[in-house]
């Protein structure tokens, strides 16, 4: 005979079973831990992705031309652009009956100049021509075509119809041809005239002066990185204040200052005219130009340089150093071999900092860069805030983001983000 125990599962106090009541406090437990992050997810959700999925969207987004003619744009397909001759009276009639109302929804100017990026005369071929459409009777004043012409010639123009033709899709990749100095042609994308090719001068040269103001701080800032690591904590403190004053200064202030500085009567140039080292009627030319905005950005920059590399370098300890040079090793050897490696880090993590704010900066190269020291990010804003041609800003902003992540990457790839430490 043999006793059997029947112990049922294990309960919690208040009489649950003591599997689902840990399931339960532990549901519990991340429920609030997410409460207390969501008005952080919610800001960086409002402030950061959002803006960056607008931007993507406006990149190829083209809905205007089919909104507002989109009997027109029907019309259209039936039109061969090689024929070398305007469409005929069907497509004519489609454009009157759809200016009409668009000159009535008053949407007519937009189309205008949005079409006044891709062809210049268009905006005003559009607004001129609604003025005359607005007067007219679709049931009598048939047939169109010669009207339109009367009205203005440019509309027996076989480019004004193939440019219509080109971006009537509700989407297009053209104003990520024109970021490339490209653009769309008949037989497919094609390079734009050689005096209107400028972005990929303004993106090669926005690489070129970010790496450089990048080695700029690198150089200037480890030397004060390694002298404020090295100094008793009560100097150090005192000196760190001298880095973290500029933070204290207004950015405008500071880059018009080496704008004052910097000029041909400015105070760079007539010290080196009193000491004789450059003749009155030679000064040198800093100002308006790559120099000028190497200098301002490399000292507006450099102190996030020095503060990832200075909190590396604290963390070192000065006995490896005593115990490299009582093995024999030089000064330098014993930099080189045991310090330097120890403080890369640093150098990444500044590097990092430094080198994506400088890709990005706009104040500084507006003032002191002149025509040949400007960012993309200045043509950027200018097509924000002057042209408003949105497509073509949203375009340039998504393709200077992949070129960040790519070379983020390609870092990730080549040193190991893993690496980079800010102390």
């Not at 043999?2 to 079973?17: F, K």
Request: aromatic share 10%; hydrophobic share 50%; glycine share 6%.
């Amino acid at each position: 005979m043999s006793d059997t125990t029947d112990t049922g599962p294990v309960l919690a106090a208040d009489g649950t079973p003591l599997k689902r009541s840990l399931a339960r406090a532990l549901r519990m437990q991340k429920l609030r831990a997410l409460m207390l992050i969501a008005p952080l997810l919610l800001f960086v959700l409002l402030t950061f992705i959002l803006p960056i999925v607008d931007m993507l969207f406006r990149s190829v987004e083209n809905q205007i031309v089919s909104e507002t003619l989109p009997k027109t744009v029907v019309e259209l397909q039936e039109w061969d652009a090689s024929s070398g001759e305007a469409p005929g009276e069907a497509v004519f009639a489609a454009l009157a009956a759809d200016m009409k109302i668009a000159v009535e929804a008053k949407t007519h100017t937009r189309l205008g100049s949005r079409l006044n990026y891709e062809k210049t005369g268009l905006s005003s071929l559009f607004r001129k021509s609604g003025r005359k459409v607005k007067r007219w009777d679709l049931a009598e004043d048939a047939p169109f075509k010669q009207k339109f012409i009367d009205i203005d010639e440019d509309w027996g123009d076989v480019d004004v119809w193939r440019t219509l033709q080109t971006y009537s899709p509700a989407f297009t990749n053209g104003y990520f041809l024109n970021s490339i100095d490209m653009q769309k042609g008949v037989d497919g994308p094609e390079a734009r005239p050689e005096n209107q090719q400028i972005y990929i001068t303004l993106f090669g040269r926005t690489l070129f002066m970010s790496l450089v103001i990048t080695a700029s701080c690198i150089l200037l800032g480890y030397p004060v990185a390694w002298i404020l690591a090295n100094l008793p904590s009560r100097t150090a403190n005192l000196l760190m204040i001298l880095v973290l004053l500029p933070f204290w200064t207004s950015l405008l202030v500071r880059t018009s200052a080496w704008k004052v500085m910097l000029q041909q009567q400015g105070v760079i140039n007539d010290v080196l005219v009193w000491l004789g080292l450059v003749a009155d009627d030679s000064r040198l030319v800093m100002i308006n130009n790559q120099f000028g905005t190497i200098v301002a950005m490399t000292h507006i920059l450099l102190p996030f340089m020095i503060l990832p590399m200075y909190s590396v370098m604290q963390t070192i300890a000065p006995t490896y150093l005593r115990a490299a040079k009582s093995l024999g090793a030089t000064n330098w050897t014993a930099f080189w071999r045991v310090y330097f490696p120890q403080s890369v880090p640093g150098i990444g993590a500044g590097s990092i900092l430094v080198f994506i704010l400088a890709i990005g900066y706009y104040i500084t190269p507006e003032i002191v860069g002149g025509t040949k020291g400007v960012f993309i990010s200045n043509r950027i804003a200018y097509h924000i805030s002057s042209s408003l041609n949105w497509g073509l800003a949203a375009a340039l902003g998504t393709i200077l983001l992949a070129v960040v992540l790519l070379l983020y990457w390609a870092y990730d790839k080549i040193v190991g983000i893993d690496n980079v430490k800010l102390g």
